[in-house]
């Protein structure tokens, strides 16, 4: 969008979008079983009663089991969001370091491929515009 309709470079729109994205896995990544067990609490406390702990959902599981931690980091980019995929890898006790640069290349492969998208896509929105 920064690029088609504010007219930015694509090259720094690209490196804020990796360089932002980067920070908030990172933040995940270091805090996010703390988080957990921070909303577990106030969810306990609001039901007052204790609840166990859930368990890690099955089909994530599966999905680690079966494509590992780069599959995982890799097609959480795409398909759901590159903060969830990290959180449930560090849940299921991957190398956070792995975790984080698996994943940032798998968000990097995907700002690279839409900046260039949205490169093409400018000059065909700029002609149906001026019609």
């Known amino acids: 969008m920064a690029i088609i309709v504010f007219n930015f470079p694509p090259v720094a729109v690209l490196i804020v979008a990796i360089f932002g994205n980067a920070m908030s896995v990172l933040l995940f990544i270091l805090f996010g079983a703390e988080m957990s067990k921070f909303f ?3 969810y306990n406390k609001l039901r007052k009663k204790a609840q166990k702990p859930k368990e890690i ?3 994530i599981k599966r999905t680690f089991e079966r494509f590992g931690v780069i599959g995982v980091c890799f097609m959480s980019s795409i398909l759901v969001s590159s903060q ?3 959180f449930s890898m560090t849940t299921l006790g991957a190398k956070r370091s ?3 640069i698996w994943t940032n290349l798998g968000v990097c492969a995907l ?3 839409m ?3 949205s490169v093409m896509a400018e ?3 700029t002609t149906l515009v001026n019609l």
Do not use: E, K, M
């Open 40 to 42: 577990s609490i106030i």
């Open 57 to 59: 959902n099955p089909r």
């Open 84 to 86: 969830i995929g990290a």
């Open 98 to 100: 792995q975790i984080f």
């Open 111 to 113: 700002a690279i491929t």
């Open 115 to 117: 900046a260039i998208l």
């Open 123 to 125: 000059g065909f929105v």
